[in-house]
């Protein structure tokens, strides 16, 4: 009985230090790509929050930060680029797409997805991938 108490015991402290030892992104990292994003720098600043999610993958703060990120990226493609249509609907289906990996739940990037593959499909034409 001691035994297997203590093997309990044991096994959940190696358990408890595991979970809390996960590395957290750098605030300020996430800070510095926000700060890009603010100022139309889209790319770098999704790009460093992608590069910081490899090594903190489950830190909800830094994948909150690149949903919020890849929806602001998607947004300006869809409506304030001045891109062609052919040109921006890639590339902001695929920002979409991100933000609903990310956060399933987000229902103005599932929408916007839908509009993007409706006028496709109107068209006659394939839905980039």
Same mark, same amino acid.
């Given at each position: 009985?001691? *035994?297997?108490?203590?093997?309990?015991?044991?096994? +959940? $402290?190696?358990?408890? +230090?595991?979970?809390?030892? =996960?590395?957290?992104?750098?605030? /300020? !990292?996430?800070?510095?790509?926000?700060?890009?994003? /603010?100022?139309?720098?889209? =790319?770098?600043?999704?790009?460093?929050?992608?590069? +910081?999610?490899?090594? $903190? @993958?489950?830190?909800?703060? +830094?994948? *909150?930060? *690149?949903?919020?990120?890849? &929806?602001?990226?998607?947004?300006?493609? &869809?409506?304030? $680029?001045?891109?062609?249509?052919?040109?921006?609907?890639?590339?902001?289906?695929?920002?979409?797409?991100?933000?609903?990996?990310?956060? @399933?739940?987000?229902?103005?990037?599932? !929408?916007?997805?839908?509009?993007? =593959? $409706?006028?496709?499909?109107? &068209?006659? *034409?394939?839905?980039?991938?």
């Amino acid at each position: 009985m001691i *035994r297997k108490l203590t093997f309990i015991i044991v096994f +959940l $402290s190696l358990a408890t +230090l595991i979970g809390c030892s =996960e590395k957290k992104a750098d605030p /300020a !990292q996430i800070q510095k790509a926000n700060d890009a994003i /603010a100022q139309g720098n889209f =790319e770098g600043g999704v790009a460093t929050l992608d590069s +910081l999610a490899k090594e $903190s @993958p489950n830190d909800d703060a +830094l994948k *909150r930060a *690149r949903a919020d990120a890849h &929806m602001k990226y998607a947004n300006y493609l &869809m409506y304030d $680029s001045p891109l062609p249509p052919h040109q921006k609907y890639p590339g902001a289906l695929k920002q979409y797409r991100v933000v609903v990996s990310l956060d @399933p739940a987000n229902q103005e990037a599932k !929408q916007d997805i839908n509009m993007i =593959e $409706s006028i496709y499909q109107q &068209m006659g *034409r394939p839905i980039p991938q």
